[in-house]
């Protein structure tokens, strides 16, 4: 049996030592309203399209405010929405302070942000800190100003280095694809070798740093409620241990909980080089990334292809079909670096954890189908992370496989991202699925064309469906703390079914595979199980009996108190 607890929030002047300075850095706590947060992940262009041109776009979001209200999430994380020539689908900015046209207006997210906060919900943006487009004006002039050092400049071609055009001030340094220049941060040291290296405090850098903060400072003075950031760990470079960049982040932010003390900084992390990074940057939870091991081991399947650094997939837990003792492992694999990660930052760190993302797969992929997703829900909103559900997600969208290339969906020649990138999908009465009334040939990409495909109007109207039994376990969570983030989880199972329990008052029964399953627990001496939601799970004298997908929460009270279910 392992057992852990996780909270919501970092204690009250919690300590963490800064080997840099030989002190003792006192941490803030995230504000309230993060520990309950139920975080919605809308990647624009394909959610909803207010004016027919293919696209989606922020009136297209306001349009469903009440739909996500009703749903019960009371974040959404927007991916970058900002001025971009799209080499990268909106992550190569060439404005930061200005809406994408595609999308609206600075006051269209003004408005969108306001009757959000009036259904209940926050709105995250996505901050690109690392690198910008070459578009933006802060690289066209430094390309032609020598004394310019916001970018990092060679006079020579090398490791991640790219000629600039026209032959201007020689090679610049990329983050991701060419045409996304790195932002100078600095270094943590220096090298004869390389004599573009500046230390962080030099002025390219400091700029630097200044922009962020009137990034930052500009959207939140809108009534935005904090920022998801890509890449936060790669802005200082050559820096061991992060510590440069973990000290980078704590000024940042510092200063932003000045003017700002309910904002929040979400650091994209989570891995083992990063597994304390989110506590020494002062961030207010970390952020686990669908294409890393810790995710992959729950719901990789490998139907969306390899990732960069496979040579081949290995088992996850949530493949109905797994091999049992395989599958096992793969449980144990997530929930030694879970662990890990707790036991190094402390047990009441906020995790959030996706369902999926913009940048990989999506839950309905390869072997695993819509029977199984509510399993998986179960487990994704009772398990005491913070949960964040791409959009779709909730009706059981498929990962399209085959789609066509779209703004740098492309990462490598084995996987497509735009696949888990297609138009969200509302209501087969309408054209498109009434994400848009444009022509078919307009949209930014395919729908699905099965013609089963799950649309949110006829799972409205379907009492059994997929997002009515995600709409119950949000409001479940919300209705008893000891589903959410500040209550201990003990697990009695780790293999299938899965079992654990909540606060030692709620018991948790996922059972991913195809086939039933069965296995005998103890659960708190002088109590007994009362089925509170799920189906297909149950327990008897201490054995719980899952059937195929089976799941369920039961309420553990004090025999005599209640009958047993």
């Not at 939140?220 to 050559?238: E, I, P, T, W, Y």
């Not at 909103?381 to 498929?398: F, V």
Request: hydrophobic share 40%.
């Amino acid at each position: 049996m392992t057992k852990f607890a996780e909270g919501a929030m970092m204690p009250e002047g919690l300590q963490y030592q800064d080997t840099t300075n030989e002190g003792l850095v006192t941490m803030t706590s995230a504000p309230e309203w993060l520990a309950d947060a139920v975080i919605y992940e809308i990647y624009p262009q394909s959610f909803a399209d207010s004016n027919g041109d293919g696209i989606g776009d922020l009136p297209g979001v306001l349009g469903h405010l009440d739909y996500l209200q009703w749903l019960g999430v009371n974040v959404i994380w927007f991916n970058p929405c900002f001025a971009s020539p799209f080499r990268d689908a909106g992550y190569d900015v060439s404005d930061y302070l200005t809406i994408a046209p595609r999308y609206g207006s600075n006051e269209d997210m003004i408005t969108l942000v306001k009757e959000a906060k009036a259904r209940g919900i926050r709105v995250l943006l996505d901050l690109v800190a690392g690198h910008t487009s070459m578009q933006h004006p802060w690289f066209r002039a430094s390309m032609n100003d020598p004394s310019d050092h916001r970018y990092i400049w060679s006079d020579r071609p090398g490791d991640a280095f790219v000629a600039a055009p026209g032959g201007s001030r020689g090679w610049y340094m990329k983050n991701f694809f060419p045409e996304q220049p790195a932002l100078n941060f600095g270094y943590s040291r220096l090298a004869a070798d390389e004599p573009w290296r500046q230390l962080p405090d030099a002025a390219g850098p400091q700029a630097n740093r200044a922009g962020l903060k009137e990034i930052i400072g500009y959207w939140l003075d809108r009534g935005v409620a904090g920022f998801r950031v890509d890449m936060a760990f790669s802005l200082v470079k050559d820096d061991p241990g992060l510590v440069e960049t973990t000290a980078l982040w704590r000024e940042v932010g510092e200063w932003m909980r000045q003017a700002h003390p309910d904002a929040v900084l979400l650091p994209e992390s989570d891995e083992l080089r990063t597994v304390d990074a989110g506590v020494r940057g002062n961030f207010d939870a970390d952020f686990s990334l669908v294409i890393h091991e810790e995710h992959s081991a729950l719901f990789n399947n490998g139907g969306a292809g390899l990732l960069p650094w496979q040579h081949e997939v290995e088992p996850c837990y949530f493949d109905p079909d797994a091999d049992v003792d395989r599958g096992s492992r793969a449980f144990e694999r997530f929930l030694g670096l879970w662990n890990h990660h707790l036991e190094t930052n402390g047990p009441d760190r906020l995790v959030v954890l996706p369902s999926s993302d913009h940048d990989f797969s999506r839950l309905v992929c390869g072997n695993r189908t819509i029977e199984q997703l509510p399993a998986v829900f179960t487990f994704l909103l009772t398990w005491g992370s913070i949960p964040s559900i791409y959009y779709g997600d909730e009706i059981g969208m498929r990962y399209l496989e085959g789609a066509p290339e779209k703004e740098g969906s492309i990462w490598t020649p084995a996987f497509n991202r735009a696949s888990c990138r297609t138009p969200m999908q509302w209501d087969d009465k309408l054209p498109n699925a009434g994400f848009s009334t444009g022509s078919t040939e307009s949209l930014y990409l395919p729908q699905d064309p099965d013609v089963g495909r799950p649309t949110v109007a006829a799972q409205l109207d379907d009492a059994h469906s997929l997002v009515r039994f995600v709409q119950g376990l949000v409001q479940l969570r919300r209705s008893i703390p000891a589903l959410g983030t500040r209550a201990s989880t003990t697990v009695l199972s780790s293999g299938y079914p899965l079992v654990y329990l909540r606060d030692e008052t709620h018991l948790i029964v996922v059972n991913p595979l195809r086939q039933a399953t069965e296995v005998k627990v103890e659960i708190p001496a002088g109590t007994t199980a009362r089925h509170l939601f799920g189906r297909g799970a149950g327990l008897d004298d201490g054995v719980i009996r899952a059937s195929g997908f089976g799941c369920g929460v039961f309420e553990l009270s004090p025999l005599g108190d209640q009958g047993q279910s």
